[in-house]
């Protein structure tokens, strides 16, 4: 008995043009261990929350909730950027 071939489809770039204005939606997480409610609740402006996650990592970097590679976090003046290290 032989196997089904398998389809593939290739993206053109025309195709990738065609979904270039596809809004998407990036996080960077950084897991803060045993946070409650409680804790959420408390929050206000100014508060600070700390995590175990070490300066020096990358965080994963996610789009529409997949994650897409890795990335570090980047002071760009007052604000705060997000470097792109690693594609997977």
């Known amino acids: 008995m032989s196997t089904p071939a398998r389809a593939t ?5 025309a195709q ?4 270039g204005w596809l809004p998407c939606v990036i996080t960077v ?13 408390g929050l206000s402006v100014g508060s600070l929350v ?3 996650w070490r300066s020096a990592v990358d965080a994963p970097l996610r789009v529409n909730g997949w994650q ?4 570090e976090f980047e ?14």
């Open 75 to 88: 002071q760009m003046g007052e604000l705060l950027g997000v470097r792109l290290t690693e594609l997977l």
């Open 16 to 19: 990738w043009d065609e979904a």
């Open 9 to 13: 489809t290739e993206i053109t770039a």
């Open 29 to 41: 997480e950084l897991p803060v261990k045993n946070f409650s409610v409680r804790d959420l609740l």
């Open 68 to 71: 897409i590679g890795w990335a």
């Open 50 to 52: 700390q995590t175990d």
